[in-house]
């Protein structure tokens, strides 16, 4: 648009311009959309523009809807400033931040050139639950660190992310924690539990759950037959794509040894086979194969996959590990006409022992949408990655966890006691929610975790006659009446774990109670718990929820310095410059 310079004279005048624009901006937003009968939210997203291509997954099986119960639409990267104007806010209110950003005072200003198409899934935060209704959460494990690494490209970008980009469980599961790893193979998993007063509400406690898998010792892993299907289209040219991408995957080649094999197919406007099954040893081979690539064409990307699977089961190995590793910026736009058609087709080739894991790159064209639901249905993993350190993070310091497999279908629940909690929150996992009954039903499924992998998910709980309750006793009706009292035998909830071994088809249960007699302070909290949850209220924060109101960044910052710990490889550290730049003025600018 032409700038032109307007005197305008007089206060009224101003204000009516810019009640104008608000409308206008409205308008233009609003008739595209009308045309195709789609519910529009302002408040809750930047507006496209009309010429941008947004990706609308068909609607999933039953069986996943519980799953996923969020709403099955795509959230895009703002395309305008940040304005969030909505249908009760025609004037912008600097005293009123919209929801979705940091209350910080200020709102965010438009994002870097070229990431107005990038897709993310819309979805809400969850609700606080009344124990005396609902007394049970279950959820499926989430390892995917792909937020995380986003939410730092877009900081480093100076302006906030999406708030639909800021998935809190992946931020929290970015870090390792320092859990005491299990015994033996035989029980790879142990559970490590902390309860401790919330640094947010006084009236509130954080129940801290940790999970460490088994660590596969070196000597022991098992052989990888790994197949690498990469998009070599034109919207892969940027210099964080595919030049990134071939330095990221030169990682993961100088771990492989003599035992293993390595396959390569790329896609672009037609798919191929570009190097046989190779021996990990035969480097400079699979060296040249990668360094060949050069981006052009369309992005066949179904026919591609079609190709790398049928690559990883010509070579299949019983006792190996059988994965394909998809890198891509997520732009399937030839050859896809059904993305349902494609989760499923993914989904069926699990069953056969290959896996999927999928690394994202880039940015402008990002489908991080699509990713994380092919990664899920592949029974694997999705990283984000951004720069050569992330691809070390990934492929080198955690290549156990990112290719072998220790346990498949791992599904968490917690019983609350009545006795000692009124109502919960689980902070993040909302893409991870499970039924009730889908914990005891081995044909739902779950997330994966690898060797040595850990998971930590955070509750918010309030005991009876917390001054913080939100939900207020009913007056009428069967939930009127005095609800169970809970058992006071001093336990605060019990936690469930169900996991299959790789390969098998009955799921293995253990259980793990929390003590009330286990409380501490905040500051008396660990080490480890302590940073944990000073990451989800940067996470929630981010995400504008109103549960953290009045917990800032600065009581981010604070926490998360006192509670850095050992931090070899600077992680940690990484992690409070991100929080001041969250907090900078050129992370956040004001709409005059």
């Known amino acids: 648009m032409k700038r032109k310079t307007i005197v305008v004279v007089g206060l009224t005048g101003a204000l009516l311009a810019g009640v104008s624009l608000a409308a206008l901006m409205s308008a233009e937003f609003l008739a595209p959309h009308k045309e195709q009968g789609l519910a529009v939210d302002i408040g809750r997203q930047a507006a496209p523009t009309p010429a941008q291509s947004v990706l609308v997954l068909p609607r999933m099986r039953v069986e996943d809807m519980q799953r996923v119960p969020a709403e099955e639409k795509t959230v895009t990267g703002n395309a305008v400033p940040s304005m969030a104007l909505r249908s009760d806010m025609l004037a912008y209110d600097a005293a009123k931040p919209a929801a979705g950003f940091v209350s910080e005072g200020e709102i965010a200003a438009a994002p870097p050139p070229g990431t107005a198409d990038e897709q993310y899934r819309d979805f809400r935060d969850n609700p606080v639950k009344l124990v005396a209704e609902e007394p049970v959460s279950t959820f499926s494990i989430d390892v995917d660190t792909a937020a995380y690494a986003v939410v730092r490209r ?3 970008d100076g302006v906030l992310p999406p708030r639909d980009a800021v998935r809190t469980e992946e931020l929290i599961n970015y870090f390792d924690y320092d859990y005491a790893l299990p015994d033996s193979p035989d029980m790879p998993f142990r559970a490590d539990v902390a309860l401790y007063d919330s640094p947010w509400d006084k009236g509130t406690q954080i129940l801290r759950i940790g999970v460490q898998g088994y660590d596969i010792p070196e000597a022991a892993r098992p052989p990888a037959n790994i197949v690498f299907l990469v998009d070599t289209s034109g919207s ?4 964080d794509k595919l030049p990134l991408l071939k330095q990221s995957l030169a990682l993961l080649v100088d771990q492989m040894g003599e035992a293993d094999n390595i396959a390569i197919v790329a896609y672009a ?39 790398a699977y049928a690559l990883a089961e010509s070579g299949f190995e019983k006792d190996a590990v059988n994965r394909v590793i998809l890198a891509t910026d997520g732009d399937f736009n030839v050859g896809i006409d059904d993305p349902e058609r494609l989760a499923d087709f993914i989904a069926e080739k699990r069953k056969t022992g290959v896996y999927l894991s999928i690394l994202g790159f880039g940015r402008g064209n990002y489908n991080d ?6 990664a899920q249905e592949g029974n694997g993993n999705a990283a984000y990655i951004d720069t050569l350190m992330e691809a070390r993070k990934v492929l080198v310091e955690e290549m ?20 000692y909690v009124a109502e919960y929150r689980l902070i993040g996992y909302e893409t991870r929610l499970l039924a009730r009954e889908d914990f005891n039903n081995d044909h739902v499924d779950a997330g994966e975790i690898g060797s040595g992998h850990e998971v930590t998910a955070l509750y ?16 009428y009706g069967p939930a009127a009446k005095p609800a169970p009292a809970g058992v006071g035998n001093g336990e605060v909830a019990n936690l469930r774990l169900r996991w299959k071994r790789p390969g098998e088809a009955t799921s293995s249960l253990t259980e793990t109670p929390v003590l009330a007699a286990a409380r501490t302070a905040f500051d008396a909290a660990p080490v480890e718990a302590r940073f944990a949850t000073a990451v989800a209220g940067f996470g929630q924060i981010l995400r504008g929820a109103a549960t953290v109101e009045g917990f800032t960044l600065d009581d981010v ?7 850095r710990g050992e931090d070899a490889f600077g992680y940690r550290a990484e992690f409070i410059q991100l929080v001041g730049l969250a907090k900078s003025a050129r992370a956040m600018e004001t709409l005059n």
Request: glycine share 10%.
């Open 400 to 419: 156990g966890s990112t290719l072998f497999t220790i346990a498949d279908d791992v599904k968490i629940q917690v019983e609350f006691n009545p006795a």
């Open 369 to 374: 949408l699509l990713m994380q639901r092919l």
């Open 154 to 156: 877009y900081l480093k």
């Open 269 to 307: 406007g037609s798919a191929g086979v570009v190097l046989e099954p190779t021996r990990g040893s035969e480097r400079r081979k699979i060296m040249a194969a990668l360094d060949g690539f050069q981006a052009s064409g369309g992005t066949a990307g179904a026919e591609g996959i079609r190709q």
């Open 460 to 475: 918010e709980i309030t005991p009876p006659g917390s001054a913080s309750r939100l939900i207020d006793d009913l007056r």
């Open 236 to 239: 892969m040219q940027d210099a």
């Open 557 to 563: 910052s604070r926490i998360a310095r006192a509670a």
